[in-house]
């Protein structure tokens, strides 16, 4: 199927109704260890391929329905059969966008002007949360006996800068493990305990230029740290980021503890109740889809 020679005057809806047979084969079910192991039915790629699939309306731009992650998965990341062919054949008479949470997606050479969304930031684009389904509800209100914490994996040189400055620092909880796609039951409520027993978590950015554990924090009540070269933002024009996380360049690692440290119990409580309203308000999955849906709809 080709859409080289289709008419500007088709609707775009029906267009639209047009490319999602196109790109059927390219929509597989995920087929790899859950991850993060908390999460539930389907990712955002697939999310929001099967909400957009469901529009009435005419959208003002056509996404390009495709399950990044789970394609590049299916491939190990060795490129996809008849991908790159698929993309050259759309119409240069329509807009386009994809929304992608794999790191590096799209590596595919997109149609001029395509709008990216985009969770993991390695390929540039539009900032979207790096999320999954939101974490079964847990009881917040246990002591938070630990100052902060990162356990995680030594994926990115600021991980290691910050495990160097940090290990032997009493105050500051530090797990590092051996990264693997499986992660036991035990393990990952571990993990979530860990991060819920913290006044901070310590988000330091992984391969890609944010990490789930930034969102994570948000649901379990502990004030994000996020350490990166490059700050990956979604609206950051609408929302006030600072009044509930906290941000630090790698060559301030050294000035963690005195800036934590400086921050007083009246400060943590109301950046906890600025962070729990802007994570019902941003950051689930029905709320990233509606806000997409929005930019492309109206």
């Known amino acids: 199927m080709s859409f080289s020679n289709i008419s500007p005057h088709t609707r775009t809806l029906e267009y639209q109704r047009e490319v999602y047979k196109l790109f059927e084969r390219y929509r597989p079910e995920a087929n790899y260890p859950v991850y993060p192991p908390y999460h ?45 062919l698929a993309l050259d054949s759309l119409s240069p008479d329509y807009k386009y966008f994809v929304v992608c ?18 969770a993991g930031g390695n390929a540039g684009g539009t900032p979207i949360p790096l999320i999954c389904s939101s974490i079964p509800p847990v009881d917040n209100s246990s002591e938070k006996d630990i100052f902060a914490s990162f356990v995680g994996s030594i994926t990115h040189n600021i991980r290691g800068a910050l495990y160097d400055v940090l290990a032997n620092n009493k105050k500051y909880f530090i797990d590092v493990k051996r990264w693997t796609p499986s992660i036991s039951t035990l393990a990952q409520n571990n993990f979530l305990d860990i991060m819920k027993r913290s006044d901070f978590s310590l988000c330091p ?26 700050f990956w933002l979604p609206w950051e024009d609408e929302i006030d980021w600072h009044s509930f996380c ?34 019902n308000k941003y950051f689930t999955l029905e709320r990233v889809a509606s806000r997409i849906m929005e930019d492309v709809t109206k």
């Open 205 to 230: 950015r992984g391969y890609g230029s944010t990490s789930y554990r930034l969102y994570e924090s948000m649901q379990l009540d502990s004030i994000p740290v996020y350490i990166s070269d490059e």
């Open 246 to 279: 906290i941000f630090i360049n790698p060559h301030r690692l050294h000035e963690i503890d005195p800036i934590l440290s400086s921050i007083s119990d009246e400060e943590k409580k109301e950046m906890r109740k600025a962070m729990k309203l802007a994570y």
């Open 40 to 84: 539930q039915g389907l990712y955002l790629e697939e999310y929001f391929c099967k909400t957009f699939q469901d529009l009435e309306e005419d959208p003002r731009q056509i996404l390009i329905p495709v399950h990044w992650t789970n394609c590049y998965k299916l491939t190990n990341d060795r490129g996809v059969p008849g991908l790159q």
């Open 101 to 118: 949470t794999h790191d590096d997606a799209p590596r595919e050479k997109l149609p001029p002007g395509t709008k990216c969304y985009a």
